[in-house]
C-alpha cells in the first residue's frame, strides 16, 4: 500500500531534549516536506526537499534541521525543542502536484 | 509573500443544500493551485490541483473553479460525509514552497 508513515505519532518531551521525528515513503517520490499546523496558524511550511541531498527552507525553519539521504526518508530533527515548537507536524512527499500526507504527529513540549 | 484567504471559516448546511467555498489568494506568479480535504486527527487528503484561470475540476459532488484572484469549491448536493475542513493552497512559479489558508471547517447535517 503507498503511504507515507511518520514516528512517533505522539511525542511529549520537555525543553532542550533533542529529537527526531522520523518520516517515510513507498512511492519513490522525489519531493518532500515537513509541516506543522497550528489553531488559527493553518499548515506551515517547515522544510522541503526536492530530491537526496536537496533541501530548502519552507516559511518557519527556525529550530529545526531536516536531511535527505536517502530518497525514501526525510526525518526532522529539533535539536533543542522549546514549547513554542508544541504542535501537529505533518509530513508529505508528492510526485507531479499530488501530495500525500503523512498521519501527523502530536509533539508536546514541556 | 504569498497569502490565502478561506471564506467561510466554518459552514454548516443541510443534507441536499449545495453551496460553494471561497479562497482568494495573492501570488507573483501562480504556478499551482490546491485543495485538500482533511479529516479530525488525519492528515489532509489531495482534491484537485487547477494551474490557469478559466480551469474547472470535478469529483462526486465536488467541482473547483479558479479565476485570477481565486478560487471556488462547489459542493452539490452535500452528504453527512462530506463533513470535513477543506485546505486551499498556492504555488508560485518562482519556487516549491506551498501556502496555505486557514481552511473552511464544512458540517453537512443528516
Known amino acids: 500500500e503507498a503511504q507515507v508513515t511518520q514516528n512517533p505519532r505522539y511525542l511529549i518531551t520537555v525543553t532542550g531534549k533533542k529529537l527526531t521525528v522520523t518520516c517515510s515513503q513507498n512511492?519513490?517520490?522525489?519531493?518532500m516536506s515537513w509541516y506543522r499546523q497550528d489553531p488559527g496558524l493553518g499548515l506551515r511550511q517547515i522544510y522541503y526537499?526536492?530530491?537526496?541531498?536537496?533541501?530548502d527552507k519552507g516559511d518557519v525553519p527556525e529550530g529545526y534541521k531536516v536531511s535527505r539521504k536517502e530518497k525514501r526518508n526525510f526525518p526532522l530533527i529539533l535539536e533543542s525543542p522549546s514549547p513554542n515548537q508544541t504542535s501537529l507536524y505533518f509530513c508529505?512527499?508528492?510526485?507531479?502536484?499530488?501530495?500525500?500526507f503523512g498521519p501527523g504527529t502530536r509533539l508536546t513540549v514541556l | 509573500e504569498d497569502q490565502v484567504t478561506q471564506s467561510p471559516e466554518a459552514l454548516r448546511l443541510q443534507e441536499g443544500e449545495s453551496s460553494s467555498l471561497n479562497c482568494s489568494y495573492t501570488?507573483?506568479?501562480?504556478?499551482?493551485l490546491f485543495w485538500y480535504r482533511q479529516d479530525p486527527g488525519k492528515g489532509p487528503e489531495f482534491l484537485f490541483t487547477?494551474?490557469?484561470a478559466g480551469e474547472e475540476k470535478e469529483k462526486e459532488r465536488l467541482k473547483a473553479t479558479l479565476t485570477k484572484k481565486e478560487s471556488f469549491l462547489h459542493i452539490t448536493a452535500p452528504k453527512p460525509e462530506d463533513s470535513a475542513t477543506y485546505l486551499c493552497?498556492?504555488?508560485?512559479?518562482?519556487?516549491?514552497?506551498?501556502?496555505f489558508g486557514e481552511g473552511t471547517q464544512l458540517t453537512v447535517n443528516p
Open positions: 526537499s526536492m530530491n537526496v541531498e536537496v533541501t
Open positions: 501570488v507573483s506568479g501562480l504556478r499551482g
Open positions: 512511492m519513490n517520490h522525489e519531493y
Open positions: 487547477l494551474y490557469s
Open positions: 493552497a498556492v504555488q508560485e512559479t518562482s519556487g516549491s514552497r506551498l501556502t
Open positions: 508529505a512527499s508528492s510526485v507531479r502536484d499530488t501530495q500525500y
